[in-house]
């Protein structure tokens, strides 16, 4: 389950995009490596310095009803690790501050959580979680490293989002422009060709130098290839 508010608000990643299935394949993997139950995304909001359920992946997916709930940075296992910006683990620690063994009356407390986080240019953005509910499961020190580079990875996810959500706003004047849908593109196109068309009429001159940018801007955009 996925909570599109914080995802857009704090990682500019709409819902249903590539991005935010990334995310989610992510935290489905990083179950499935460790042998985990739950995995979670939380992300930094900067302003109130603390981090927010925004995703949930799993087979008991018992910290859905937490989504939108907040952790203090250095509160609780996710807390701790955006604030060490170290990956941690734990035979005790739970998703979320304050949780109680009550809570999960019909299996108790996670055996073992491991939690890690996610830095863009050195920022802490987000923190990757997942959680064990077996009898007698530990997370080990190699369990931490994988962990860590599942959180790297969603790090980079996010820094090409912001970029892409950067150059979207700065391309049209006024404001942040997301592409949602598909039916988008051809008004784009459209849009680009008019403003090509008028340029080019202007004259040789004008004509040159669209001639000149628009060859200096293919070779900065790098194809997209099929894979």
């Known amino acids: 389950m996925t909570s599109p508010t914080e995802l857009t608000t704090y990682l500019a990643i709409l819902p249903q995009t590539p991005e935010a299935?990334?995310?989610?394949?992510?935290?489905?993997?990083?179950?499935?490596?460790?042998?985990?139950?739950?995995?979670?995304?939380?992300?930094?909001?900067?302003?109130?310095?603390?981090?927010?359920?925004?995703?949930?992946?799993?087979?008991?997916?018992?910290?859905?009803?937490?989504?939108?709930s907040?952790?203090?940075?250095?509160?609780?296992?996710?807390?701790?690790?955006?604030?060490?910006?170290?990956?941690?683990?734990?035979?005790?620690?739970?998703?979320?501050?304050?949780?109680?063994?009550g809570d999960r009356p019909e299996r108790g407390l996670p055996s073992a959580a491991i939690a890690a986080p996610m830095i863009v240019h050195e920022q802490v953005v987000g923190v990757l979680t997942a959680l064990s509910f077996a009898p007698g499961r530990k997370f080990t020190n190699r369990d931490a490293e994988i962990y860590g580079r599942f959180a790297a990875v969603a790090g980079v996810v996010v820094e090409q989002r912001r970029r892409l959500a950067a150059?979207?706003?700065?391309?049209?004047?006024?404001?942040?422009?997301?592409?949602?849908?598909?039916?988008?593109?051809?008004?784009?196109?459209?849009?680009?060709?008019?403003?090509?068309?008028?340029l080019v009429k202007r004259g040789p001159e004008t004509m040159l130098q669209v001639a000149r940018?628009?060859?200096?801007?293919?070779?900065?955009?790098?194809?997209?290839?099929?894979?």
């Open 167 to 198: 150059y979207e706003s700065a391309a049209v004047p006024g404001g942040t422009v997301f592409l949602k849908t598909a039916k988008e593109i051809p008004d784009l196109e459209e849009r680009i060709v008019a403003s090509v068309s008028r």
């Open 21 to 68: 299935k990334i995310l989610e394949l992510l935290i489905d993997l990083g179950n499935r490596v460790l042998g985990a139950d739950e995995g979670s995304l939380l992300v930094l909001d900067s302003k109130s310095k603390e981090l927010v359920i925004t995703m949930v992946v799993g087979k008991r997916m018992g910290e859905a009803r937490l989504q939108g």
């Open 70 to 101: 907040r952790v203090p940075l250095g509160k609780g296992l996710p807390g701790l690790a955006a604030l060490t910006r170290e990956v941690q683990i734990s035979g005790t620690a739970v998703a979320g501050e304050g949780e109680k063994a």
């Open 213 to 227: 940018i628009l060859t200096s801007l293919e070779s900065l955009i790098a194809p997209v290839r099929a894979e």
